[in-house]
């Protein structure tokens, strides 16, 4: 009867009860281990399964990393049970044995456990790299390569209206410039960019840069506009269509004249309003300029989100575009 006695049940239960409370916290753990130390040093051995569970949890230290921890328990146990078992060769070499194994075996685990981390990080950090530079190769091409291509339509026209008689040969250089900004647009499209997140104010400070190259002045209102009650959506698309609004200022406007962009957030309702108008060119449009991806994409874009699209021409003879850009809900 002596194996079923009260203080061996009562070691049982307590070591039973702080095992299952490890799955919570750690800190049970550290308790399992001490009843099961101070077990051993009274001489009250529990049931056999309890017994090994503490090697199980110093298995799950070694792939914690509490790898000194972990030894030190392991000479803690190994020494209690071979002061309780002196004339026990066998019982103590088996649980050294034991608990050489369970060590060998949690630091082959952990070792494959950090060779997958590794691995897992090293691929995931060469995916963003590759986006990154995807990235930084779509805007390039949209915001540099795009506008300079349309810069040298500009001074191919210019250059033909001067000098009549070179016309024909500064038509084929519009025709060069207009097929590859068409190229360009259908190859940004094949690359499945994500959303860029830039701050709205870089954005702005590039169009503004690039609508001067026919010297149009970009008019600027945005009051007490703070970018950081915008969501990743807002900003993506707004980005997107303040890109694609002064490509078509840059295509329709005439030279020397202004473009009005007004930018508004309704902290109440979390919308962002976004306006941009510009004065278009008495001769119509400049057919030969190529211009991002198009309202209708930006149409389509804006309504997905659950928006608002306007475009069309005022009294004045000004063409707007107007966009309504709800936030997260």
């Not at 941009?276 to 149409?299: H, R, Y």
């Amino acid at each position: 009867m002596a194996a079923f006695s009260a203080p061996r049940v009562i070691l049982a239960m307590l070591l039973a009860g702080s095992l299952a409370l490890s799955a919570k916290s750690p800190r049970f753990e550290l308790v399992f281990i001490s009843i099961f130390l101070l077990g051993q040093l009274l001489s009250l051995r529990g049931e056999r399964m309890l017994d090994l569970a503490i090697y199980l949890a110093i298995a799950i230290w070694v792939m914690r990393a509490w790898v000194v921890a972990a030894i030190f328990v392991l000479f803690a146990v190994e020494t209690t049970i071979f002061l309780q078992t002196p004339d026990s060769e066998p019982q103590t070499s088996s649980s050294l044995l034991l608990g050489v194994t369970v060590l060998a075996l949690s630091l082959a685990l952990k070792w494959q456990k950090q060779r997958r981390i590794y691995a897992e990080n090293t691929a995931r950090k060469a995916q963003e790299t590759s986006a990154a530079k995807s990235r930084a190769l779509a805007q390039e091409l949209h915001d540099n390569t795009a506008k300079d291509l349309a810069h040298i339509i500009l001074l191919a026209r210019d250059f033909a209206i001067r000098h009549p008689e070179f016309a024909e040969a500064s038509q084929v250089q519009i025709d060069i410039a207009r097929n590859a900004s068409r190229r360009i647009r259908a190859l940004i499209a094949t690359m499945n960019i994500p959303d860029q997140t830039e701050p709205m104010a870089t954005v702005i400070e590039q169009i503004q840069g690039m609508l001067l190259t026919r010297h149009i002045t970009l008019r600027i209102s945005m009051p007490n506009l703070d970018e950081s009650l915008l969501s990743t959506g807002q900003l993506a698309t707004g980005n997107f269509m303040l890109r694609e609004c002064a490509s078509n200022v840059l295509k329709y406007s005439p030279e020397n004249s202004q473009a009005r962009l007004v930018i508004g957030f309704n902290e109440p309702s979390r919308e962002l309003t976004i306006l941009m108008s510009n004065d278009i060119c008495s001769e119509g449009s400049t057919p030969d300029i190529g211009g991002g991806f198009g309202l209708a994409n930006l149409k389509v874009r804006v309504e997905s989100q659950g928006g608002e699209f306007a475009v069309g021409t005022t009294p004045t003879n000004q063409w707007f575009t107007h966009v309504t850009i709800p936030g997260d809900k």
